[in-house]
C-alpha cells in the first residue's frame, strides 16, 4: 500500500533563516504531488505541484519555492523565511491519471519567531 | 477559476442525530467531488468522493449527494458518535485534478 511521509511534525524557526520541508512516497511510481498551505481556520491553499522529475507549477508567487529531485520526493524551500510564513503545510500524493483522490501527509507546523 | 462555498462553518449536534454540510461551486466543468476528514493535528483523510455522472453515493453511515444543475453537493451523516467530531473540507476538481477546497466545517457530536 502506499504511504506518504513528511518530516520535520513541527518545526520554529527565526525571521529570515532558510527552510527545507520534505515529503516522500512510498508504492507506487510517478505520482503527483502537491504542496498546500492551511492557514487556522481557513482552507488549504494550493503552494505548488509536479507531475513528474523536475516539473514543478506554481500556484501562488511567494516567497518558497518547490523542487522534485526524484519520482517520489517533493521538497519545499525558502531561502529566508518570513513571518508570513507561519502555518501549516501539507504533502499530498495523487496517481497521475485522471481525476483521482488526493493522499495527505500529517503536515508541518511552522512557526515563525 | 472555481469556487467553492462551504456550509456552516460550525456544527454542534446531539450523538445519534444526523449532520449535513452543503458546499457549492461554480465552475460547471468540476466533474470530481471529494469530501475529507481531518483531526486535530494530523492531515485531511478522504472519507467519501462523488464524480459527475452519479447522483448519490454512499458508505455506511456516510452519503455524498450531487445536483450538477445546482452545482452544489452535501455530505451526510447519520447516527453521528463522538469520534465524527472534526473538521470536514469538501472540493471540487477538473480533469486537471487541481483540487479547490471549501473552508471548512468544524462538526461537534455532544455525547
Known amino acids: 500500500s502506499q504511504t506518504i511521509h513528511q518530516w520535520p511534525a513541527t518545526l520554529v524557526q527565526p525571521v529570515g533563516s532558510p527552510l527545507s520541508l520534505e515529503c516522500t512516497v512510498e508504492?507506487?511510481?510517478?505520482?503527483?504531488l502537491y504542496w498546500y498551505r492551511q492557514a487556522a481556520g481557513r482552507g488549504l491553499q494550493l503552494l505548488f505541484y509536479?507531475?513528474?522529475?523536475?516539473?514543478i507549477s506554481s500556484e501562488v508567487p511567494q516567497n518558497l519555492s518547490a523542487s522534485r529531485p526524484q519520482d517520489r520526493q517533493f521538497i519545499l524551500s525558502s531561502k529566508k523565511l518570513l513571518l508570513s510564513d507561519s502555518g501549516f503545510y501539507l504533502c499530498?500524493?495523487?496517481?497521475?491519471?485522471?481525476?483521482?483522490?488526493?493522499?495527505f501527509g500529517d503536515g508541518t507546523r511552522l512557526s515563525i519567531l | 477559476g472555481e469556487n467553492v462555498e462551504q456550509h456552516p462553518s460550525t456544527l454542534s449536534v446531539q450523538e445519534g442525530d444526523s449532520a449535513v454540510i452543503k458546499c457549492t461551486y461554480s465552475?460547471?466543468?468540476?466533474?470530481?467531488f471529494p469530501w475529507y476528514k481531518q483531526e486535530l493535528g494530523k492531515g485531511p483523510q478522504l472519507i467519501i468522493d462523488?464524480?459527475?455522472?452519479?447522483g448519490e453515493k454512499k458508505d455506511q453511515r456516510i452519503a455524498v449527494t450531487l445536483n450538477k444543475t445546482a452545482k452544489h453537493f452535501s455530505l451526510h451523516i447519520t447516527e453521528t458518535q463522538p469520534e465524527d467530531s472534526a473538521v470536514y473540507f469538501c472540493?471540487?476538481?477538473?480533469?486537471?485534478?487541481?483540487?479547490?477546497f471549501g473552508t471548512g466545517t468544524s462538526l461537534t457530536v455532544i455525547p
Open positions: 499530498a500524493w495523487s496517481l497521475g491519471v485522471g481525476n483521482q483522490p488526493q493522499h
Open positions: 508504492g507506487t511510481s510517478n505520482p503527483n
Open positions: 509536479s507531475v513528474g522529475i523536475g516539473q
Open positions: 465552475d460547471s466543468a468540476s466533474n470530481y
Open positions: 462523488i464524480r459527475s455522472n452519479v
Open positions: 472540493a471540487a476538481a477538473n480533469t486537471g485534478n487541481q483540487f479547490y
